[in-house]
Antibody, heavy 118, light 107 residues
Framework: EGQLVESGGGLVQPGRSLRLTCVAS????????MNWVRQAPGKGLEWVSY????????YYADSVQGRVTISRDNGKNSLFLQIHSLRAEDTAVYYC???????????WGKGTTVTVSS | DIQMTQSPSSVSASVGDRVTITCQAS??????LAWYQQKPGKAPKLLIY???SLQGGVPSRFSGSGSGTDFSLTISSLQPEDFATYYC?????????FGGGTKVEIK
């Protein structure tokens, strides 16, 4: 069964940058579209970004457009999310998730926590 | 963008109760809707996709219906492990949007 493990979260000062990583195992990563979804403390789920299997198609939520870059390395079974100019409102648990069937997110990692604070 | 309005925001119910949660899209999305269950401190779990198709391994007491703009998730007989927060997701087009969530609590 497929597994996703996120890393790279932590306490970061406002204005700094952070790169999150999601490593996949147990399935053919290069065949799957991928997403990042975040959840602020005590809040609901917010989709952040999508990348197609080959990396050709990329989409972002309006809330992060221009500050976030999604990318992948299929040779290393890895997905990345670079976040620039971090703000307090970026504080959240960040999940990576596969889209095994159209945009439906079916396999999720356990998440990595990003806290933006001085 | 397609906005999703989910209701109620919370519901108190007892084991064995039938519970229905609704989600309304701001524009028609066909049957491009999914339902997720999330327990505290855990990642969301896909329950239903395509508005009514049960994800593998999900108990049959969960069912989904609707198309266009109005959708519902029904738990036919609430079990102790079903107390959680439920989210709908429109999967018609990006930006993907979740509903605000419904917390199912023990009465």
């Amino acid at each position: 069964e497929g597994q996703l493990v996120e890393s790279g979260g932590g306490l970061v000062q406002p204005g700094r940058s952070l790169r999150l990583t999601c490593v996949a195992s147990g399935f053919t990563f290069s065949s799957y579209e991928m997403n990042w979804v975040r959840q602020a403390p005590g809040k609901g789920l917010e989709w952040v970004s999508y990348i197609s299997a080959t990396g050709t198609n990329i989409y972002y939520a309006d809330s992060v457009q221009g500050r976030v870059t999604i990318s992948r390395d299929n040779g290393k079974n890895s997905l990345f999310l670079q976040i620039h100019s971090l703000r307090a409102e970026d504080t959240a648990v960040y999940y990576c998730a596969t889209s095994g069937y159209y945009y439906y997110m079916d396999v999720w990692g356990k998440g990595t926590t990003v806290t933006v604070s001085s | 963008d397609i906005q999703m309005t989910q209701s109620p925001s919370s519901v108190s119910a007892s084991v064995g109760d039938r519970v229905t949660i609704t989600c309304q899209a701001s524009q028609g999305i066909g049957n491009w809707l999914a339902w997720y269950q999330q327990k505290p401190g855990k990642a969301p779990k896909l329950l239903i996709y395509g508005a009514s198709s049960l994800q593998g391994g999900v108990p049959s007491r969960f069912s989904g219906s609707g198309s266009g703009t109005d959708f519902s998730l029904t738990i036919s007989s609430l079990q102790p492990e079903d107390f959680a927060t439920y989210y709908c997701l429109q999967a018609k087009r990006t930006p993907l949007n979740f509903g605000g969530g419904t917390k199912v609590e023990i009465k």
